[in-house]
């Protein structure tokens, strides 16, 4: 597996201090997320999830802890939309240049808002998707939210 992606490409670039964790990805894991924390061995609520979802039509992308869920009034609320749902797998892909699994906000091929947890950033680090299925990077959330220039929001339902 190859440490060097588009996501931590960005993050080089950034001059954001990170590091990068693998681990096996299980593909038929019910919930990702939290099947990432548990390989790696760290908390769920430090190991963030990227979800892709649209906002009155328009892609957002939504980083939250790995085991909670997005609640669609909060996310829609926090983009100034009326509804919010969950974009279809194969339009996150198209968008983010990334297979699901392996999606990180980092490093997309198209730009779109971002919000991440309000509450993550209160953690002193974090693991964000790295842009490979099976890829971690550890970063500190301010970090994240910088590189991002992602909103802070309580998204969790």
Request: charged fraction near 25%; glycine fraction near 8%.
């Amino acid at each position: 597996m190859s440490k060097v992606t588009r996501a931590t490409e960005v993050l080089e670039k950034a001059g954001v201090s990170f590091t990068t964790v693998t681990y096996d990805y299980d593909p038929n894991a019910e919930r990702i997320g939290l099947q990432a924390a548990e390989a790696i061995g760290e908390e769920p609520c430090r190991v963030l999830k990227t979800l892709m979802a649209e906002v009155d039509g328009k892609a957002v992308c939504v980083v939250i802890p790995s085991d909670r869920e997005v609640s669609m009034k909060k996310l829609a609320a926090a983009f100034g939309g009326k509804s919010a749902a969950m974009m279809k797998p194969a339009d996150a892909e198209r968008i983010t240049g990334y297979r699901v699994g392996g999606i990180s906000p980092f490093g997309q091929r198209k730009l779109v808002p971002t919000a991440i947890e309000a509450t993550s950033l209160e953690e002193d680090h974090v693991f964000i998707n790295g842009g490979q299925r099976g890829l971690q990077v550890r970063l500190a959330p301010k970090d994240a939210q910088s590189v991002l220039k992602a909103m802070a929001a309580g998204l969790v339902a």
